[in-house]
Antibody, heavy 120, light 106 residues
Framework: QVQLQESGPGLVKPSLTLSLTCTVS??????????WSWIRQPPQKGLEWIGY???????YYNPPLKSRFTLSVDTSKNHFSLKVNSVTAADTAVYFC????????????WGQGLLVTVSS | SYELTQPPSVSVSPGQTANITCSGD??????IYWYQQKTGQSPVVVIS???KRPSGIPERFSGSSSARTATLTISGTQAMDEADYYC?????????FGGGTELTVL
């Protein structure tokens, strides 16, 4: 059974950098069989895809978010990460990590989500 | 940028059929996926590739798609189906979600 678990701070001050990690179990990122995404959901709003990363580090970002968001992968730890620079209140959201077997497939496994609040 | 449009809310009586639509350009050229998200939970895919039901999803969930509209149909809707539903597609390598539809069973 594939499981994903987000970790990181629940509170970040404005203008700082948010760093989140998604640890994968039940699947090996280095197998190269899947693509690993971050998706966020502001309170009481819909889902917004941030981007995905492959085992080799190839990335693709949602164009409107590309400038402040960076994805990375550490296959030795079987986890992938998200950094968001210069956060504002608009970045307050539940952040999910998710797996898609291929770009173009559904997101078949999701983490439980992590609420991140940007506030001073 | 590509957009998918859903009605904000749909209401249905228990045992009746609920239809949730998702509209966008050239839907016939891409697959649509449907996710169910209950309060406080992660989304779960209920329909894949327009009309395929993943393992474990009840038969009352079905999907269809035409040139401009995809539809998620829940037959014999149950109280447990009350949730937010999102359609999703890929466009030029980008995952796009619809705004979501709140399904109320009353």
């Amino acid at each position: 059974q594939v499981q994903l678990q987000e970790s990181g701070p629940g509170l970040v001050k404005p203008s700082l950098t948010l760093s989140l990690t998604c640890t994968v179990s039940g699947d090996s990122i280095s197998s190269g069989d899947s693509y690993w995404s971050w998706i966020r959901q502001p309170p009481q709003k819909g889902l917004e895809w941030i981007g995905y990363i492959s085992d080799s580090g190839n990335t693709y970002y949602n164009p409107p978010l590309k400038s402040r968001f960076t994805l990375s992968v550490d296959t030795s730890k079987n986890h992938f990460s998200l950094k968001v620079n210069s956060v504002t209140a608009a970045d307050t959201a539940v952040y999910f990590c998710a797996r898609a077997p291929l770009p173009g497939d559904s997101f078949d496994y999701w983490g439980q989500g992590l609420l991140v609040t940007v506030s001073s | 940028s590509y957009e998918l449009t859903q009605p904000p809310s749909v209401s249905v009586s228990p045992g009746q059929t609920a239809n949730i639509t998702c509209s966008g350009d050239k839907l016939g050229d891409r697959y649509i996926y449907w996710y169910q998200q209950k309060t406080g939970q992660s989304p779960v895919v209920v329909i894949s590739q327009n009309d395929k039901r993943p393992s474990g999803i009840p038969e009352r969930f079905s999907g269809s798609s035409s040139a401009r509209t995809a539809t998620l149909t829940i037959s014999g809707t149950q109280a447990m189906d009350e949730a937010d539903y999102y359609c999703q597609a890929w466009d030029s390598g980008t995952a796009v979600f619809g705004g979501g539809t709140e399904l109320t069973v009353l």
